[in-house]
């Protein structure tokens, strides 16, 4: 691991290794405090996470990585690591991981990855990022900048600390240019419900979107699993929620809080997301085809 180019603001002690803080989640920073709350309390309450409700996750949104981007030699950072689900997969893939998040969640990632040696647990933003540009081999931010202000600055900001000849992989929401118009019209009355449970207390949101997850997540996600074991897929794949056919209810649970409880999203097309890319300096840009729409991955130019 290489030092911080600059001297955090304060070190708080976790339950396993002490955590350099260098965010202050300030006016000046590309971030929305209220958001950053949030997903603070989100991953307090989702913390474990299991090789069975993470496997066929993993499987979706890691289909493009592979040893040529990730391996034994690797130096990577994590950016916006939440609870620490996504850096541990890689924990015997690379050589050294620095994650970082600007919420609470380091506290929860502290408890999953704390004891792992070649792991370093960072709370910093996409603009207080600690490390000199050009720093790492592979970067990537998972389900993250979509829920920044400027998505497209936060990810210039990302690739600048990626080596010349190094990937960096994101993942983003998308608006669905692949879906039909009954999809996209299920899409927005759900967005019309996400404006208002989002502004909900916090106990209260968090009720309201367990019950959604038991009344709606579930029964639609299983009737789409049903279809598919009668070799409906065409079908099945127009299911709202389809994806989640094979996903824990733990997952569902998740998921439901992170598409509901959040007031601020942002949705891209894929060519956005590539535009995007490029303008941060990316090439021979690939995308995921599976579910995780949209996840890419490029080469820094």
Same mark, same amino acid.
């Given at each position: 691991?290489?030092?911080?180019? $600059?001297?955090?603001? +304060?070190?708080?002690?976790?339950?396993?290794?002490?955590?350099? @803080?260098? !965010?202050?989640?300030?006016? #000046? *920073?590309?971030?929305?405090?209220?958001?950053?709350?949030?997903?603070?309390?989100?991953?307090?309450?989702?913390?474990?996470?299991?090789?069975?409700?993470?496997?066929?996750?993993?499987?979706?949104?890691?289909?493009?990585?592979?040893?040529?981007?990730?391996?034994?030699?690797?130096?990577?950072?994590?950016?916006?690591?939440?609870?620490?689900?996504?850096?541990?997969?890689?924990?015997?893939?690379?050589?050294?991981?620095?994650?970082?998040?600007?919420?609470?969640?380091?506290?929860?990632?502290? $408890?999953?990855?704390? +004891?792992?040696?070649?792991?370093?647990?960072?709370?910093?933003? @996409?603009? !207080?990022?600690?490390?000199? #540009? *050009?720093?790492?081999?592979?970067?990537?931010?998972?389900?993250?900048?979509?829920?920044?202000?400027?998505?497209?600055?936060?990810?210039?900001?990302?690739?600048?600390?990626?080596?010349?000849?190094?990937?960096?992989?994101?993942?983003?929401?998308?608006?669905?240019?692949?879906?039909?118009?009954?999809?996209?019209?299920?899409?927005?009355?759900?967005?019309?419900?996400?404006?208002?449970?989002?502004?909900?207390?916090?106990?209260?949101?968090?009720?309201?979107?367990?019950?959604?997850?038991?009344?709606?997540?579930?029964?639609?996600?299983?009737?789409?699993?049903?279809?598919?074991?009668?070799?409906?897929?065409?079908?099945?794949?127009?299911?709202?929620?389809?994806?989640?056919?094979?996903?824990?209810?733990?997952?569902?649970?998740?998921?439901?809080?992170?598409?509901?409880?959040?007031?601020?999203?942002?949705?891209?097309?894929?060519?956005?997301?590539?535009?995007?890319?490029?303008?941060?300096?990316?090439?021979?840009?690939?995308?995921?085809?599976?579910?995780?729409?949209?996840?890419?991955?490029?080469?820094?130019?």
């Amino acid at each position: 691991m290489k030092p911080y180019n $600059k001297p955090s603001l +304060q070190t708080i002690q976790a339950a396993n290794k002490p955590i350099e @803080v260098f !965010t202050t989640l300030d006016g #000046d *920073e590309n971030i929305d405090t209220a958001v950053v709350t949030d997903f603070g309390e989100e991953w307090k309450k989702f913390a474990i996470h299991t090789d069975e409700s993470v496997r066929e996750l993993r499987k979706e949104y890691f289909d493009i990585i592979d040893e040529t981007i990730v391996n034994k030699n690797t130096y990577m950072i994590d950016i916006g690591c939440g609870s620490g689900r996504w850096t541990d997969y890689f924990v015997d893939k690379a050589a050294f991981i620095e994650a970082i998040d600007p919420s609470e969640a380091v506290f929860v990632a502290d $408890k999953m990855l704390g +004891q792992k040696n070649n792991v370093r647990i960072t709370k910093a933003s @996409v603009d !207080t990022i600690p490390w000199d #540009d *050009e720093t790492f081999d592979f970067g990537m931010s998972i389900g993250v900048l979509h829920h920044i202000p400027d998505t497209k600055k936060a990810l210039i900001s990302c690739v600048k600390k990626i080596k010349k000849g190094g990937h960096f992989y994101v993942y983003l929401y998308y608006r669905f240019d692949n879906r039909g118009v009954i999809f996209k019209s299920v899409f927005y009355l759900s967005d019309a419900l996400r404006k208002i449970i989002s502004r909900m207390p916090q106990g209260l949101k968090r009720i309201t979107c367990d019950t959604l997850a038991v009344l709606i997540y579930w029964p639609l996600s299983r009737f789409a699993g049903l279809l598919h074991k009668m070799k409906l897929h065409g079908l099945a794949k127009k299911i709202p929620l389809e994806p989640y056919y094979n996903k824990p209810f733990y997952n569902l649970r998740n998921d439901c809080l992170d598409r509901f409880g959040t007031k601020l999203e942002q949705r891209f097309l894929r060519h956005e997301v590539e535009a995007m890319m490029k303008e941060a300096g990316l090439g021979d840009i690939r995308f995921g085809e599976k579910s995780a729409f949209w996840h890419a991955v490029g080469k820094k130019l």
